[in-house]
């Protein structure tokens, strides 16, 4: 298969995070025999320094004739002045925006192995296995801003069909896993979340085959905490999905350990199968961390799996990825926020040597199969 895939390395340990993402894609081609071409953009902090914006034209139309866009990080101290009048955060947003990846998936395992490095108790973590499924184009995130001397405001607004789409989207996917949706709003006190939830309600009468429970955003944090084992997918607006996943992190061992897929309802332009998405851990440009050649390359490289999967629709190379990962997180090396020594590129040469394995085994797999057969 042919494949056009947009980087945009963006600040802090976003460009050490992708390399190595981009070298597991490149192993897949490799040894799947695809032919995936990357196109190297500029975004974030990055951005600014080169040309004063944080989302130049000619970035966002690449990422328009894209077939998927992997991203690492943006933002830093370095434009973190309040007073700023450009920041790179903002055209990670008008990204997300311009191309409509509306539905944000964010999926959390523990691994035995890093059991021990939550702050909970082992048998908590048990079985955990939960996709969070994070608005990502509406909410407070997008409203109308506001900024004098002495206020300011940030509007929170949905729609009916904004809510919906994801929403359905979340019970879709709920189908394919356990069958439960929890729906996490703060319909006690804001009126969004009143229409979020009774948008919830219509819909869930679609899936009656779906388990649907609401819950209210403050104790799902401690509930998250006290019986994550609970959960199969958790759909939830902007600014909520994004606390409560970084908290989920912490269950995992490492913010540097989760991905996510952004997606939107258009098809890639070239490609018949998958839908066109923005790929990107959830963790941000670590800059105490940056340039050590010390950041955990899991997240970006799981995102890459996830990009295998959602945008080209090669299941197979992206279970491989996961399961290499999984085989690197089982017996080592472990970068230091997962209690390692070792460095981004000795996990990503790990990861790197565990695909290229799991990809012998299954040729010598489908070969004797078609012998037998
Ligand atoms: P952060 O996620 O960058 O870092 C939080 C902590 O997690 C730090 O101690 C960091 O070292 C650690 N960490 C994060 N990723 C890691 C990795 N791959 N390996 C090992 N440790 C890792 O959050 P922050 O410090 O609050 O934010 C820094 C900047 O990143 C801000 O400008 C923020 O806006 C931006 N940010 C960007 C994104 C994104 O681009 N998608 C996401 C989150 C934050
Ligand atoms: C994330 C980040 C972003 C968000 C920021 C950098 C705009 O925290 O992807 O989780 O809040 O969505
Ligand atoms: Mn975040």
Known sequence: MKARIVTLPGDGVGPEVTAAAVAVLNTVAARYEHAFTFDEQLIGGAAIDACGEPLPAASLAACQAADAVLLGAVGGPKWSDP????????????????????????????????????????????????????????????????????????????????????????????????????????????????????????????????????????SMAMLLLTRPNSYDVVVTENLFGDILTDEAAALAGSLGLLPSASLGPSASPTLRTGSMGLYEPI???????????????????????????HSLGLEAEATAVESAVEQVLRYGPHSRDIGGQAGTDEVRDAVLDAVGAHADTAAAFFCGARACG
């Open 83 to 218: 007073n700023a009048p450009v920041r790179p955060e903002q055209g990670l947003l008008a990204l997300r925006a311009a191309l409509g990846v509306y539905a944000n998936l964010r999926p959390l395992q523990v691994h035995p192995a890093l059991a021990g490095l939550s702050p909970l108790k082992n048998e908590r973590l048990r079985n955990v296995d939960v996709l969070f499924v994070r608005e990502l184009t509406g909410g407070t995130y997008f409203g109308a801003k506001t900024r004098s001397a002495d206020a300011a405001t940030d509007e929170c607004r949905y729609t009916v069909a904004e809510i919906e789409r994801v929403v359905r989207r979340a019970f879709e996917l709920a189908r394919d896993r356990r069958r439960h949706v929890t729906s996490v709003d703060k319909a006690n006190v804001l009126e969004t979340s009143r229409l979020w939830r009774s948008t919830v309600q219509r819909i869930a009468a679609d899936y009656p085959d779906v388990k649907v429970e609401h819950q209210l955003v403050d």
């Open 283 to 309: 963790h941000g440009s670590a800059p105490d961390i940056a340039g050590q050649g010390v950041a955990n390359p899991i997240g970006a490289i799981l995102s890459a799996a996830l990009l295998l999967r």
